[in-house]
């Protein structure tokens, strides 16, 4: 009744990468603002929220819908609520890095932060499926629904806490599959507790939202432009290394000049 692989491996796989990239994008970014200062940390820390909030996490459940069906219905989506899940997947990633960036990475702020961040990415993926419509109503099994938010928690406090620590590109490469194996994870727990009553007779067509081609459109054009948008600023801008660097000289830098102000000595 339910295929969740309605186009074959082509959407778990696809999304599965987007996922990864979007993470090692958002990595890159926490890893300049731990080295930054003021509004640069800052505006980094934002640009990360986007790139795993929107691409490694929102992107991938869209990608990942998109080879969900339901035998003998037409699928439509509520365009305002998919919008709604995506703004919701940054603002819910960006609390949890700058929990982190206030708090610190020990135990409490990695539990508060990882409790509200995983908790938004569960209401996102479930306001992502409410926006779905297929003409029958969907029900779900609550012990799967505890369990999808479970492992939703656990994957965002394992998140920030590599947001924290990664440094290497080997640690990077790791902690991009990690985060992109539990953000896949989650989706696909989430879509295994979706139950829809038999359809008999005609095709149910959902009167309210609009077809997986006219949302599609749209929406890839606003991610792609998105993405190169965010690769450009990540390739342009200093590494983590040359901006840690910088500081350590403005830091050196200062440190002469007030020796230089000092009275000589008598």
């Known amino acids: 009744m ?12 696809l999304s599965f990468l987007l996922s990864c990239a979007g993470c090692a994008v958002g990595l890159t970014c926490t890893a300049r603002a731990r080295t930054s200062h003021g509004l640069a940390s800052t505006a980094w820390l934002t640009l990360g929220a986007v790139a795993i909030g929107g691409t490694g996490i929102w992107v991938m459940h869209f990608v990942a819908m998109l080879g969900f069906h339901v035998r003998g219905t037409e699928t439509r989506y509520d365009v305002l ?13 960006g609390l949890g890095l700058f929990i982190i960036r206030a708090a610190g990475s020990g135990p409490l702020a990695l539990l508060a932060g990882g409790t509200v961040t995983g908790l938004g990415v569960a209401v996102m993926h479930y306001l ?5 419509h297929v003409g029958v109503e969907i029900t779900y099994v609550p012990v799967t629904v505890i369990l999808s938010v479970a492992i939703a928690v656990v994957a965002a406090t394992a998140g920030l806490w590599l947001s924290a620590k990664v440094q290497t590109l080997g640690a990077g490469i790791a902690a991009t599959l990690i985060m992109g194996i539990a953000v896949s994870g989650m989706h696909y727990t989430g879509m295994a507790a979706m139950r829809v009553e038999a359809v008999r007779g005609a095709i149910a067509t959902p009167d309210v939202g609009v077809s997986v081609a006219a949302l ?3 929406l890839i054009i606003g991610i792609t432009v998105s993405t190169i ?6 390739g342009l801008a200093p590494s983590a290394e040359e901006i840690e660097a910088r500081e350590k000289f403005k830091g050196w830098q200062g440190r002469q000049e007030e020796l230089q102000r000092q009275p000589p000595p008598r």
């Open 216 to 218: 599609l459109g749209p």
């Open 229 to 234: 948008l965010l690769l450009l600023v990540v």
């Open 2 to 13: 339910i295929d969740h692989f309605a186009l074959g491996w082509v959407t778990p796989i």
């Open 128 to 132: 992502g499926m409410r926006a779905v």
């Open 81 to 93: 609520l998919t919008i709604a899940s995506g703004l919701l997947a940054v603002i819910v990633v």
